[in-house]
């Protein structure tokens, strides 16, 4: 699905997580983190490529099988058997097949379908800085990693080059459309790049840095979601952003992987760079000669290359104009508050999403939330529709009529909206959705040319389809926030968590829709419930 698609992959697909700060504040200067994180995610590498990266397990109950017994107990029982093992306590293994693409891995532009390449003996990182390319080795021959010091020497050096902006950011080509860029990629290998270009597709991954400090929220957002184009690239299966204050996130490309593997790549490279920083702000650089070590990628331009940079850039200032970010922090209350009250958090979320819509522009649109069928063999994801008859009855209730109902009547139907949301949660982790299996039937239909079913010609799958409202959430204490475009140009990209205390939302809107007031009403919605299950009447 993703490799066929021909939109430009940033907004379209790409998404970002912004990492908290490190709570050592000295710890976030650029340098010093920058140094931190790559050190950590090599180590991550290193221990999943060894096999020894604990495995990825959804426990059903904790207290029996999240324990330091149980895991000590399995590790004895053979690989063939273990997983009936982990069964018989309600702990099952999720599927990790995509984490090898995390690393040494690109997706390359070709005519019609895109291909994922991965080259897991190379053993450089690429950086990018002002547009500037650089690579060095981070592993040496035989598979160990560079020393700290050497990395965080080399790291000062490129932050010192004082080179100004490449006139054509090749950078820009990632962000074109799929089968222009692989026009021009074909025409940057014919002009003698192809050894340079295989140094960026090979890399273990990259490195942005970033010239300047984070303003604000919308500020991170913007930055890590798309930047200004020169800095980031877009094909790389993840990249690593640091601004000049520290401030970190992973921007990753999806056809590869989805956000399960990267999450746990996120959560490690936090953990690990400040609990166990491999340098400290005072630790001196290797005397070590970068200018050796660092090498600057240059690329040969044809003219036409120049005009299809020329050309990328202007597309890319255009398409990001029109794209709004906000967001805000509810601190009323979060997960804690509302599993008192026996609610799913997730599923006040979603009715707090359906509400804010229905007030805004009166009426109930396709929703869709993301969910993660790691338990399955290679599986992704399936869709949950949040939006059904319980959240319309509720939403309705709440914003047409709050004056002709009881505390306690607003409360039971929001209990309604909960039980029925866990049930399409565990049925879309179980495998038991309907999208990807129509989907599946649908390109299985169109690659051995039957006629298309007439249920998809229907006007109901073409509106079921068009999701108005889409909405990911990933929660951890690493994750400041993350975000993504709208999926149509009519609609919502919602990024949300729900955590112990508060709940975060990050909404991004087209100029169809207006972000800012949405989020106005999913705030007035949060209140809403938060004051009926506090027993207090609704404020109209």
Excluded at 214 to 239: A, E, P
Excluded at 417 to 422: A, L
Excluded at 495 to 501: P, R
Aim: glycine share 6%; with cysteine.
């Amino acid at each position: 699905m993703y490799l066929a698609a021909r939109d430009s992959i940033v907004l379209n697909f790409n998404p970002f997580m912004a990492f908290n700060p490190d709570p050592k504040s000295e710890y976030n200067d650029q340098l010093t983190r920058a140094t931190n994180m790559t050190v950590s995610a090599i180590r991550f590498l290193k221990t999943f490529r060894a096999g020894l990266l604990e495995p990825e397990v959804f426990h059903l109950n904790p207290a029996k099988s999240d324990t330091d017994t149980f895991k000590r107990l399995i590790r004895l029982v053979p690989p063939s058997l273990s997983w009936y093992g982990a069964y018989l306590v309600s702990a099952y293994p999720l599927d990790m097949s995509q984490y090898f693409r995390l690393f040494n891995s690109t997706r390359i532009p070709k005519p019609g379908r895109d291909e994922l390449f991965t080259d897991d003996k190379a053993r450089h990182l690429l950086v990018l800085r002002k547009g500037h390319f650089y690579v060095f080795d981070i592993l040496d021959k035989d598979g160990n990693i560079v020393s700290a010091s050497e990395i965080k020497a080399h790291l000062k050096y490129i932050l010192s080059d004082n080179s100004p902006a490449p006139e054509f950011p090749l950078t820009y080509l990632t962000s074109e459309n799929r089968d222009i860029w692989a026009e021009l990629r074909q025409k940057l290998v014919s002009d003698s790049n192809a050894e340079t270009l295989r140094k960026v597709d090979s890399a273990v991954f990259c490195l942005c840095l970033d010239d300047f400090p984070i303003k604000d929220l919308v500020h991170l957002s913007h930055n890590m979601l798309h930047g200004d184009g020169t800095n980031r690239w877009f094909d790389k299966s993840f990249n690593l952003i640091i601004a000049k204050d520290g401030t970190a996130a992973v921007h990753f490309e999806h056809a590869w992987g989805d956000g399960v593997a990267v999450l746990r790549l996120f959560n490690e490279v936090f953990q690990d760079s400040t609990q166990n920083p491999a340098v400290t702000p005072q630790s001196r650089p290797a005397t070590t000669d970068s200018s050796v070590a660092v090498q600057k990628l240059s690329f040969k331009l044809s003219d036409a290359l120049k005009t299809g940079i020329t050309t990328a850039k202007r597309k890319f200032d255009e398409t990001m104009e029109t794209l709004t970010i906000d967001c805000i922090q509810f601190q009323r209350g979060g997960k804690e508050f509302l599993k008192k009250q026996k609610l799913s958090p997730d599923s006040v979320a979603q009715l707090a999403f359906q509400m804010a819509f229905l007030r805004q522009y009166g009426k109930t649109v396709a929703t869709y939330e993301s969910c993660s069928t790691a338990a399955f063999k290679h599986g992704r994801t399936e869709t949950i529709r949040p939006a059904s008859i319980f959240t319309m009855r509720c939403s309705e209730a709440f914003v047409r009529e709050p004056s002709k109902h009881s505390a306690g009547e607003l409360q039971q139907l929001m209990a309604e909206c909960s039980k029925y949301h866990g049930q399409l949660t565990k049925e879309a982790a179980m495998g038991q959705g309907f999208d990807r299996h129509l989907f599946a039937l649908r390109y299985l239909a169109a690659a051995k040319g039957i006629p298309l079913p007439e249920l998809y010609l229907d006007p109901a799958y073409g509106k079921i389809n068009h999701n108005i409202l889409s909405t990911s959430t990933l929660s951890s204490p690493a994750v400041n926030l993350g975000g993504f475009a709208p999926v149509v140009p009519d609609g919502f990209g919602i990024g949300y968590a729900v955590h112990d205390n508060w709940i975060g939302c990050n909404v991004s809107s087209y100029p169809g829709r207006n972000a800012h007031e949405f989020l106005h009403c999913v705030e007035k919605a949060l209140d809403d419930m938060f004051d009926a299950l506090e027993g207090k009447s609704i404020k109209t």
